[in-house]
């Protein structure tokens, strides 16, 4: 249930609505109607974090997630924001006796922490700054820095390392500026050669040595260059500078070093406040910041960030953001209370801390858009940051925590740019609602009206839902004819084809248009100017019949606008638009049927309706073959060959046209690579018919991938075979898997033919090759009775033997002819038997050398005498339990064990610890209990077998555990410094 506290607090929070509670739809928002929830989610939102502090809120840090607090009792609390319930403290009573702390830095990683102490009554013990790590509860004292009090840190947002911080500007309180590196190296906070990353890098030199208030710099992306902006009281400073030498340190003294000469640039604002505070905003983690806010007794100044505009000043378009004397509820605010305490900023806003209230003003045109009042229960509020790398936001009272939650900040930025006449920025942020997109455009075009920009004005009215009508007679009581048009074209651009009357009346309203203005300048042809005018305007008519919605609009009412130039005399334009929607296929009727097939052909080619084409084609191929086919390949793509196949296949009834046919395929088929079926069987029938000797090319240029070739595979067989082209059938049976049949029809052509089809099938098909080779050397024996040639078969597959072609000689042929051949037949068969003895020979022997060693092995045993000592302790040996190994070693059980502990895993580590307490639990057991059965004794003994194995598988000295440990050195790093003492 809800505490009554929580009930205030929500209550205390007030946003300003962000828009009226109900749009009406109106004239310029025609077909939206947009509500608004009066109870719409505020942008800030205060949420309480579950924490009870144990004492008073000092400083707060936060940082990736890493809060650090510093309490009233001396003690800093370290929480992990993703694993709240782990807080850590530390003690930090012994460091700041006398001292008080002033200043508590994090960088962005979270990893390195530095806490500024200053004395309590300004007198002795000097100021002091003092380090913590992340992993660490020790602090570490930076010594170099005894005497300053630092005031400033400018972290290195570049950096990704946990242990060092990477080059980091300190400022403090007398203006100097110093450079540095934190981190862990051992027991040192600072790098082994301090003094080079270590030094004052410069001095702000003012009169009043003011304390440095905030420092940040970047590196610039893409180049070499890097700003470092500085604030004291009253003066923002900007260094701008290139790193000669990335490696030279410090750093960035070689930025500062140009300006020891130099004037630098700065901002100053006269203020009485003890202290100024500085903010960047970062739209994305390591980035560069895109604005700039700096809060002084006048206001926030506010700047965005830009390295581009000029190389000296990186904050441009500066601007004062008055902080509000007024309340959402229209009280006014006290004197005392009109300089925040510190405030952050985010994309659009910013977030102002009193000390008894929190108010949020717009970045864009400085209204108060929130504001959070907090009771006295928790105390006053101390501070609110902003963690960089998340963004979350955190306040905090002297004695509570709080959180707020950012909810679609950017959601009336929209109206915010609207209102300043960013038209672009406004679209941009509308997030595609098409009620607000309209407003923007809306406004803009009534801007673009009333600055006469009338053009402009009607491209952007036509996107609009405003009332046609009413935007039409606007630009007609201006008298503003060709605004008019571009409205009415614009409009025309955005109907859909079934919006048939709207373009019909659209249409025909600009042609009457047109017509008007024509006539006006064809009544006055007196000067040059009119002639171009009215050439240009003609132009605008031709190129606006030409648009294909307005083409189809005008044919099919043609009669009402043949009508309308006519009521205006504008015979040209009669003429052109005769022309334009002359009827082509009634004109090449017409010219057919008059035998005139040239001319025919001439307005085939000139008219774009491709399915003339394929209309007329078969006729004019008839009479004008070559010119046709000529036509018909300068159409390229344009034409789809399988709609002219019927034309194509009427044509081919004589030599002279299919010839022209042939060339028309050939086309399709090898320059325009036409995938389509029908055209490539066409074509092969034609080449089966007319040119047989192009049947081989084309089908090697269709490839032996069965899958891949465009022609139907049975059909070329059919036909290769009715033309009684074999070599063709080969290659298709072949094709087709009929390997026995191409070898067959091979044969009847040259052997050399059937080897390459017996050649073909695949490596892993050795039968089936086998048996191909073996039909060619049945034919070359039986047929040819070629004995010499038979045998060559023995060398060009591997797969035929001697043997699987003797069946093919006849009886009466002599040994001599192949005797060579059944020599080395035998002569493998024994080579191969041989090898196999002496296999057989060798495992024989191998048997017998591990039955000998097994034989001795049971034999064996090691001697230990009274006086052997064990070669870790060196303490007599027979004292406590031990172990012997093979090579002559011998250790104490508890000397191993601990030898070996450092050397083995973790895994192994703990089941060495659990494998002793079990052996140690069943040895207390009473004697009875371990003696009743063979249980608990095979337990006993299996617990201490797998003990054995572990720590006694191998020598320490002789096994693998030494050979790893090659690497290690002798002393180990924490006891360096012990044993040099020692040896010293």
Same mark, same amino acid.
């Given at each position: ?210 304390? !440095? ?6 590196? !610039? ?12 009281? !009253? ?37 009485? +406040? ?31 960030? =830009? ?96 959180? *707020? ?23 941009? *942020? ?32 036509? =996107? ?126 017409? @010219? ?100 047989? =000797?192009?049947?081989?090319?084309? !089908? ?31 290659? +298709?049976?072949? %094709? ?8 067959? %029809? ?27 080779? +073996? ?41 001599? @002819? ?45 001697? /230990? ?18 172990? /012997? ?10 000397? +191993? ?17 659990? %494998? ?69």
């Amino acid at each position: 249930m809800t505490s009554m506290l929580d009930q205030y607090e929500r209550a205390s929070q007030r946003s300003k609505p962000s828009g009226p509670e109900l749009m009406r739809p109106d004239i310029s928002t025609a077909g939206f109607i947009q509500m608004k929830s009066q109870d719409e989610e505020p942008i800030f939102i205060r949420q309480r974090v579950n924490f009870r502090p144990p004492d008073n809120i000092l400083h707060l840090a936060v940082s990736s997630n890493f809060i650090m607090i510093v309490m009233a009792n001396n003690i800093i609390l370290r929480i992990d924001v993703k694993c709240p319930e782990k807080k850590e403290e530390i003690d930090i009573s012994k460091y700041v006796t006398n001292m008080k702390i002033s200043g508590l830095f994090l960088d962005p990683l979270g990893n390195h922490l530095l806490i500024a102490l200053i004395p309590k009554n300004g007198e002795s013990p000097p100021a002091d700054l003092f380090y913590l790590h992340r992993t660490s509860t020790k602090f570490k004292q930076a010594g170099k820095f005894r005497g300053h009090e630092i005031t400033a840190v400018g972290w290195n947002f570049n950096n990704a390392s946990e242990t060092t911080s990477g080059p980091i500007l300190l400022g403090s309180s007398r203006g100097l500026i110093f450079e540095t590196e934190i981190g862990l190296d051992g027991d040192k906070i600072f790098n082994t050669s301090l003094e080079q990353y270590w030094k004052q890098v410069f001095d702000i030199g003012e009169e009043s040595k003011p304390p !440095i208030t905030g420092i940040v710099f970047h590196k !610039i992306p893409q180049s070499d260059k890097y700003v470092i902006i500085v604030t004291t009281l !009253i003066r923002i400073y900007q260094y701008v500078g290139t790193i000669m030498n990335p490696q030279e340190k410090p750093l960035l003294q070689q930025i500062f070093s140009r300006y020891l000469n130099v004037q630098e640039r700065f901002n100053q604002l006269e203020s009485s +406040l003890p202290y100024s505070r500085m903010q960047v905003y970062y739209p994305a983690p390591k980035g560069m910041p895109t604005s700039f806010g700096w809060l002084s007794e006048t206001g926030i100044l506010y700047a965005e960030v =830009d390295a581009k505009a000029d190389p000296d000043n990186v904050l441009v378009n500066q601007e004062m953001l008055c902080c509000p004397e007024t309340s959402l509820s229209g009280t006014t605010v006290a004197q005392t209370s009109l300089a925040p305490i510190n405030f952050i900023l985010t994309k659009f806003h910013a977030l102002l801390l009193y000390p008894d209230h929190v108010k949020g003003i717009s970045l864009l045109n400085q209204e108060l858009i929130f504001e959070d009042i907090y009771n006295d229960t928790f105390g006053k509020l101390v501070n609110i940051i902003k963690d960089p790398m998340s963004g979350a936001i955190w306040a905090h009272t002297e004695r509570a925590l709080f959180k *707020y939650k950012v909810t679609r900040e950017e959601r009336n930025v929209w109206q915010i740019y609207m209102d300043k006449n960013e038209f672009g920025l406004a679209k941009q *942020y509308c997030k595609d609602n098409p009620a607000h997109i309209d407003q923007v455009l809306v406004k803009e075009a009534e801007i673009l009206f009333k600055n006469k920009e009338f053009e402009k004005s009607a491209i952007i009215y036509a =996107d609009t839902h405003s009332s046609f009508e009413e935007i039409s007679l606007k630009f007609l009581q201006e008298s503003q004819i060709e605004a008019l048009k571009t409205f009415l074209k614009k409009k025309l651009e955005g109907l859909r084809p079934q919006d048939k009357t709207q373009i019909t009346m659209i249409v025909v309203w600009v042609i009457e248009l047109f017509m008007n203005q024509l006539g006006t300048l064809r009544s006055n042809q007196s000067s040059h100017l009119h002639n171009s005018k009215y050439t240009e305007l003609q132009k605008q008519l031709d190129s606006f019949l030409c648009i294909p919605t307005v083409e189809e609009c005008v044919k099919k009412n043609l009669s009402t606008i043949h009508n309308l130039m006519a009521s205006h005399g504008d015979k040209d334009n009669l003429i052109r638009l005769t022309i334009m929607h002359r009827n082509y296929e009634e004109v090449i009727r017409q @010219h057919l049927h008059k035998n005139n097939y040239l001319e025919a052909l001439e307005v085939l080619k000139s008219q774009a309706n491709r399915n003339l084409f394929y209309q007329f084609a078969g006729i004019l191929i008839q009479e004008l073959p070559k010119p046709t086919v000529a036509a018909l390949i300068s159409q390229g793509h344009q034409l789809q060959p399988s709609k002219l196949l019927p034309a194509l296949v009427s044509c081919d009834s004589d030599e002279k046209h299919a010839k022209e046919v042939v060339k028309y395929l050939e086309f399709c088929v090898y320059k325009q690579s036409c995938p389509d079926q029908a055209i490539h069987n066409f074509l092969l029938s034609l080449y089966t018919k007319y040119k047989q =000797d192009e049947v081989m090319r084309y !089908i090697g240029s269709q490839g032996q991938d069965i899958t891949m070739v465009h022609y139907d595979v049975h059909y070329a067989l059919r036909l290769c075979q009715e033309a009684g082209l074999t070599e063709a059938c080969v290659q +298709l049976s072949a %094709l087709l898997g009929l390997w026995t049949t191409a070898v067959d %029809l091979a044969l009847t052509i040259n052997v050399d033919l059937a080897k390459q089809i017996a050649a073909m099938p695949s490596h892993n098909d050795n039968e089936l090759k086998k048996k191909l080779w +073996l039909k060619i050397a049945e034919h070359v024996v039986r047929e040819r009775d070629d004995i010499q040639q038979a045998m060559e078969f023995l060398q060009q597959c591997d797969l035929v033997r001697i043997e699987d072609i003797l069946p093919f000689f006849s009886d009466f042929v002599t040994i001599d @002819h192949f005797k060579d051949a059944i020599c080395s037949s035998l002569q493998e068969y024994n080579q191969h038997i041989q090898d196999l003895k002496e296999e057989m020979q060798e495992a024989t022997k191998a048997a017998e050398i591990i039955r000998k060693d097994i034989q001795a092995f049971r034999r064996r045993c090691t001697f /230990v005498h009274v006086r052997d000592a064990c070669n870790s302790c060196e303490v007599q040996l027979l004292l406590r339990p031990f172990y /012997v190994f093979p090579c002559g070693h011998k250790f104490h059980s508890d000397c +191993l064990i601990a030898a070996l502990i450092p050397m083995l895993t973790i895994e192994q580590q703990t089941k060495l610890a659990d %494998l002793q307490r079990q052996l140690t639990v069943i040895s207390k057991k009473p004697e009875d209990t371990t003696s009743v059965g063979s249980v608990s004794l095979s337990t006993k003994d299996q617990i201490k077998a797998d003990l054995d194995e572990l720590i006694a598988s191998e020598c320490l000295y002789c096994g693998e555990f030494m050979i790893e440990s090659i690497d290690k050195p002798f002393i180990e790093e924490e006891n360096y410094e012990r044993v040099m003492a020692e040896w010293a």
